[in-house]
């Protein structure tokens, strides 16, 4: 049998252009020597090339669901856009149950989720569409805990969302951050912040949302991402019998916040339970709730059609990517198929990963170098998270440095799976570290909207398709390996 190892780096993108290009910066002569020696191509990663909207940016979630699958499958993002449109939105049961029960007891609906219009977890559209719902049903006591962006947007963009919510007569009772209320990492105090927030008020004490912005700005919070908690209106808490509707709809970062409110086992932090509460969720990222929208069941991803072969093989990554590398790569399958293994490696805990641009990629290399060894493995999927985290921080410097150390893993662990049997598949998931200026010279701490390289590494003379996706990187595994693609599946870059 042939081995396969497929290294994602996360946000590394492909850019000609200098000019707050990290990557470049970095000058990464193993990687630069890779892309020389061995077959290249580019791959779109965003848009319609990943199930997205025309012009929207990929993502982690998405660029691994897509590998993963081996097809382009219609998102979250554009199954909610078409039911507005249709107007299917409006008669959804699971919305309408949070409805109904904010009738039945004469109770508030709360909307709860990130005021952005990038599309990478939730987009303002939703929002509005909830508020023009609600208006439809006569509600009178609406309220909105908004959460800010300052990543996948610009990073001081948040009073443009808010001021679209007030002219769309959204009544905002909460601001915070997605540092506190988006955290995916067990970070539990940054969660409580949030819940304390929307449950008792617990804030900085403001009256006006826009001038709210101001005053946080004012007092050191540098970007929306980091806003601390600021309560504007005491009678939108959460309270008793209350109705909520979270309108994010990828999952990894909505969990913990959506566990604080509904889940009875919830361990995170000692918490006053609200009781009695009718929530419902946009993605599947909390058994408890009501989901108004569901990824559909994907069937012959690669990894069900390697466990069918009975071929046993490895997901590794820090905990920043570990879902990304499993639940999403697997098609959104929470449990691993059989003869999966799984190795998550905890990630720094850090404020921002500017301050350990490495983060654990030294030791993800080490683990994986052991594992490839033990020749154990048929496949080996291996993420990287370095120059999307650190990107994402917005500091160039930091960002110059992680790539320098990626260049120094890869380096290590790229002849070792050669000396080994394995062909290597080198790519990534969408753009960051690649463009981190905006045009007038600010930080751009979102992802780029450039193409990924892929290159594959092996001792075969290969060629490969241009103008292909990400959707053709499980398909490419399988035929380095020998194996046949599923018929669900798109062509090979081979």
């Given at each position: 049998m042939n081995k396969a190892l497929l290294i994602v780096l996360d946000g590394f993108g492909y850019s000609t252009k200098?000019?707050?290009?990290?990557?470049?910066?970095?000058?990464?002569?193993?990687?630069?020597?890779?892309?020389?020696?061995?077959?290249?191509?580019?791959?779109?990663?965003?848009?319609e090339a990943v199930g997205l909207p025309k012009g929207a940016m990929g993502g982690s979630e998405v660029g691994h669901y897509t590998?993963?699958?081996?097809?382009?499958?219609?998102?979250?993002?554009?199954?909610?856009?078409?039911?507005?449109?249709?107007?299917?939105f409006f008669k959804n049961k699971e919305i309408l149950k949070a409805i109904n029960n904010a009738k039945k007891h004469n109770s508030a609906l709360h909307l709860i989720g990130m005021i952005s219009d990038e599309g990478v977890h939730s987009h303002l559209n939703h929002l509005l569409a909830c508020l023009e719902l609600a208006k439809r049903h006569k509600l009178n006591k609406v309220f909105i805990h908004a959460i800010t962006d300052g990543r996948d947007v610009p990073?001081?963009?948040?009073?443009?969302?808010?001021?679209?919510?007030?002219?769309?007569?959204?009544?905002?009772?909460?601001?915070?951050?997605?540092?506190?209320?988006?955290?995916?990492?067990?970070?539990?105090?940054?969660?409580?912040?949030?819940?304390?927030?929307?449950?008792?008020?617990?804030?900085?004490?403001?009256?006006d949302p826009i001038k709210a912005l101001d005053n946080a700005y004012a007092r050191g919070d540098n970007t929306d991402y980091y806003l601390r908690p600021m309560i504007?209106?005491?009678?939108?808490?959460?309270?008793?019998?209350?109705?909520?509707?979270?309108?994010?709809?990828?999952?990894?970062?909505?969990?913990?916040?959506?566990?604080?409110?509904?889940?009875?086992?919830?361990?995170?932090?000692?918490?006053?339970?609200?009781?009695?509460?009718?929530?419902?969720?946009?993605?599947?990222?909390s058994k408890d709730a009501n989901v108004a929208f569901h990824t559909p069941q994907i069937k012959n991803n690669l990894g069900e059609t390697l466990s069918k072969l009975?071929?046993?093989?490895?997901?590794?990554?820090e905990t920043e990517k570990y879902a990304h590398v499993t639940f999403f790569f697997n098609s959104q399958v929470k449990e691993p198929y059989p003869m999966e293994d799984r190795i998550i490696i905890p990630s720094p805990k850090v404020a921002s990963y500017a301050e350990k641009p490495e983060m654990s990629a030294t030791e993800v290399t080490?683990?994986?170098?052991?594992?490839?060894?033990?020749?154990?493995y048929g496949f080996i999927a291996l993420n990287y998270a370095n120059a999307d985290l650190v990107g994402h921080s917005g500091d160039m410097k930091a960002a110059?440095?992680?790539?320098?150390?990626?260049?120094?893993?890869?380096?290590?662990?790229?002849?070792?799976?050669?000396?080994?049997?394995?062909s290597v598949i080198l790519t990534a998931d969408h753009g960051n570290a690649d463009s981190m200026k905006y045009a007038n010279g600010d930080d751009n701490p979102s992802h780029s909207m450039n193409q990924v390289l892929c290159t594959i590494i092996s001792d075969k003379k290969l060629k490969l398709a241009k103008g292909q996706s990400l959707a053709a990187i499980g398909p490419t595994i399988l035929k380095l390996m020998g194996i046949k693609k599923p018929k669900e599946m798109v062509h090979s870059l081979i």
């Amino acid at each position: 049998m042939n081995k396969a190892l497929l290294i994602v780096l996360d946000g590394f993108g492909y850019s000609t252009k200098k000019a707050g290009n990290a990557i470049a910066m970095a000058d990464m002569k193993y990687e630069k020597s890779l892309r020389k020696s061995y077959p290249t191509v580019q791959l779109k990663c965003y848009g319609e090339a990943v199930g997205l909207p025309k012009g929207a940016m990929g993502g982690s979630e998405v660029g691994h669901y897509t590998m993963g699958a081996g097809r382009i499958i219609l998102q979250l993002q554009e199954q909610i856009n078409d039911d507005i449109r249709t107007g299917e939105f409006f008669k959804n049961k699971e919305i309408l149950k949070a409805i109904n029960n904010a009738k039945k007891h004469n109770s508030a609906l709360h909307l709860i989720g990130m005021i952005s219009d990038e599309g990478v977890h939730s987009h303002l559209n939703h929002l509005l569409a909830c508020l023009e719902l609600a208006k439809r049903h006569k509600l009178n006591k609406v309220f909105i805990h908004a959460i800010t962006d300052g990543r996948d947007v610009p990073e001081r963009s948040a009073k443009k969302y808010i001021k679209k919510v007030l002219d769309a007569g959204g009544n905002i009772a909460s601001i915070v951050g997605r540092f506190y209320a988006m955290d995916r990492d067990t970070n539990w105090k940054r969660t409580e912040k949030a819940y304390m927030l929307m449950t008792k008020g617990e804030g900085f004490k403001e009256a006006d949302p826009i001038k709210a912005l101001d005053n946080a700005y004012a007092r050191g919070d540098n970007t929306d991402y980091y806003l601390r908690p600021m309560i504007l209106n005491p009678e939108g808490r959460i309270k008793n019998h209350d109705s909520i509707i979270f309108w994010n709809y990828r999952t990894d970062r909505s969990k913990q916040l959506a566990g604080a409110f509904i889940d009875p086992k919830f361990r995170g932090f000692t918490r006053r339970r609200v009781g009695h509460l009718a929530m419902t969720v946009f993605g599947e990222y909390s058994k408890d709730a009501n989901v108004a929208f569901h990824t559909p069941q994907i069937k012959n991803n690669l990894g069900e059609t390697l466990s069918k072969l009975k071929i046993r093989e490895l997901r590794i990554a820090e905990t920043e990517k570990y879902a990304h590398v499993t639940f999403f790569f697997n098609s959104q399958v929470k449990e691993p198929y059989p003869m999966e293994d799984r190795i998550i490696i905890p990630s720094p805990k850090v404020a921002s990963y500017a301050e350990k641009p490495e983060m654990s990629a030294t030791e993800v290399t080490d683990r994986v170098i052991k594992e490839i060894k033990s020749e154990k493995y048929g496949f080996i999927a291996l993420n990287y998270a370095n120059a999307d985290l650190v990107g994402h921080s917005g500091d160039m410097k930091a960002a110059i440095k992680c790539c320098k150390h990626l260049d120094k893993c890869l380096k290590q662990v790229i002849p070792v799976a050669q000396a080994h049997g394995y062909s290597v598949i080198l790519t990534a998931d969408h753009g960051n570290a690649d463009s981190m200026k905006y045009a007038n010279g600010d930080d751009n701490p979102s992802h780029s909207m450039n193409q990924v390289l892929c290159t594959i590494i092996s001792d075969k003379k290969l060629k490969l398709a241009k103008g292909q996706s990400l959707a053709a990187i499980g398909p490419t595994i399988l035929k380095l390996m020998g194996i046949k693609k599923p018929k669900e599946m798109v062509h090979s870059l081979i």
